[in-house]
């Protein structure tokens, strides 16, 4: 069963740091590129970043790049994001997504871990 | 590349929903639907514009032409309510992820 796990959220204060985790297990995570993905409370889902099993291609949603590192350890099955300068608007439960190819051509993110909830208040 | 939405839609049961998401030139792309309940994560309901992962049930179906792209809900059910979101992947912008704004579909 494929599961995504997220961890490292919390309540930090404007302009600190915090580091979030997703454990991958029940498949070969090697081959698949992953993502964050976060939503606001109240709010719709936001993409915010993309990592390739190579690390050679990462993207960024333009709200967080400067701040935000995605990075993973094939190694580990784990995927990572460490966000820095972080905001108020940057409170979100954060999820991690497995990008999956469509037969079309298409992306899509076919598993989803339960998410972990970041609060960025003094 | 943006994404539009109707932020609701109402329906009764037995009924049909049609959730629209409006973008440029939408038809050329893959669109994927994904159903969210409260407190939970996104669930795939419809990939590939208009095929059904395993699980879910046939009353859910999709269509993309034009600039626009429909999820259609047949026979609603009071499981049904939950907010739905449209999603594309630009594989020519630097910001590929999109999601639509989300439509909070509610069974009368």
């Known amino acids: 069963e494929v599961q995504l796990v997220e961890s490292g959220g919390g309540l930090v204060k404007p302009g600190g740091s915090l580091r979030l985790s997703c454990a991958a297990s029940g498949f070969n995570f090697n081959p698949y590129s992953m993502n964050w993905v976060r939503q606001a409370p109240g709010k719709g889902l936001e993409w915010v970043s993309s990592i390739d099993p190579s690390t050679h291609y990462i993207y960024y949603a333009d709200s967080v790049k400067g701040r935000f590192t995605i990075s993973r350890d094939n190694a580990k099955n784990s995927l990572y994001l460490l966000m820095n300068s972080l905001r108020a608007e940057d409170t979100a439960v954060y999820f991690c997504?497995?990008?999956?190819?469509?037969?079309?051509?298409?992306?899509?993110?076919?598993?989803w871990g339960q998410g972990t909830l970041v609060t960025v208040s003094s | 590349y943006v994404l539009t939405q109707p932020p609701s839609v109402s329906v009764a049961p037995g009924q049909t929903a049609r959730v629209t998401c409006g973008g440029d030139s939408i038809g050329s792309k893959s669109v994927y639907w994904y159903q969210q309940r409260p407190g939970q994560a996104p669930v795939l309901v419809v990939y590939d514009d208009s095929d059904r992962p395993s699980g879910i049930p046939e009353r859910f179906s999709g269509s993309n032409s034009g600039d626009t792209a429909t999820l259609t809900i047949g026979r609603v059910e009071p499981g049904d309510e939950a907010d739905y979101y449209c999603?594309?992947?630009?594989?020519?912008?630097?910001?590929?992820?999109?999601f639509g704004t989300g439509t909070k579909v509610t069974v009368l």
């Open positions: 997504a497995r990008l999956r190819q469509g037969i079309k051509g298409g992306y899509y993110f076919d598993y």
């Open positions: 999603q594309v992947w630009d594989s020519s912008s630097e910001h590929p992820g999109v």
